[in-house]
């Protein structure tokens, strides 16, 4: 089955600096990739996903990278805000097979003020 | 998301019971999930489900049952076999091949 592995397990960042999360999935025949926010104590919420047909997705500070070839997709948030953080994680899914997602471990960010 | 809902909020079983963790949809989608997160990792798939009166295991199935006969709700039991049962349950639902959403959790522990 499907396997992803998320790096670094845990992130600081000083506010206004850029924060990058990446993903490693191993089923190539996965072809939807969300990240979602998580609050402590709370549900987790999409921020982004991208397909396996587009390298690039943006949504205002947030956007995320997939390179298929490699089987990696990454998050990139700029300008980070204290608000940011949290613990973000990423899942992969494949829309004709097994539909359910398979989440990678989770990055907690800290943003320093 | 206001349209999951999970219930209850909190949830503590005895040993050798069967808790049942409540989750509905209002927004019609076809598609049902139950998560298990464990503290500071990821969520881990127990049952799912794409249609009424069929569903799937995940990866974790063992100790756990779940049933689909109505398109908005997908209770799941935590039974007396799953004997390390004490985490946060998010259930999700989505319409197929569209992103997740999930309900609020039911964090569930051992008296």
């Known amino acids: 089955g499907e396997n992803v592995e998320q790096h670094p397990s845990t992130l600081s960042v000083q506010e206004g600096d850029s924060a990058v999360i990446k993903c490693t999935y191993s089923?190539?025949?996965?072809?939807?990739f969300p990240w979602y926010k998580q609050e402590l104590g709370k549900r987790p919420q999409l921020i982004i996903d991208?397909?396996?047909?587009?390298g690039e997705k943006k949504d205002q500070r947030i956007a995320v990278t997939l390179n298929k070839t490699a089987k990696h997709f990454s998050l990139h948030i700029t300008e980070t805000q204290p608000e940011d953080s949290a613990v973000y994680f990423c899942a992969a899914r494949w829309d004709t097979g097994r539909r359910a997602l398979t989440f990678g471990s989770g990055t907690r960010l800290q943003v320093q003020p | 998301d206001g349209g999951i809902t999970q219930s209850p909020k909190y949830l503590f079983r005895k040993e050798g019971q069967n808790v049942t963790l409540s989750c509905e949809q209002n927004?019609?989608?076809?598609?049902m999930y139950w998560y298990r997160q464990d503290p500071g990792q990821g969520l881990r798939l127990i049952y799912y489900s794409q249609i009424v009166n069929d569903f799937q295991k995940g990866d974790i199935a063992e100790g756990y049952s779940v049933s689909r006969e109505k398109k908005e709700s997908f209770p799941l039991t935590v039974t007396s076999a799953q004997k390390n049962p004490t985490a946060f349950y998010l259930c999700?639902?989505?319409?197929?091949?569209?992103?997740?959403?999930f309900g609020d959790g039911t964090r569930l522990s051992i008296l």
């Open positions: 991208i397909r396996s047909n587009v």
């Open positions: 927004l019609n989608h076809d598609a």
């Open positions: 999700a639902s989505s319409p197929l091949q569209q992103p997740q959403h």
């Open positions: 089923d190539s025949a996965s072809n939807y």
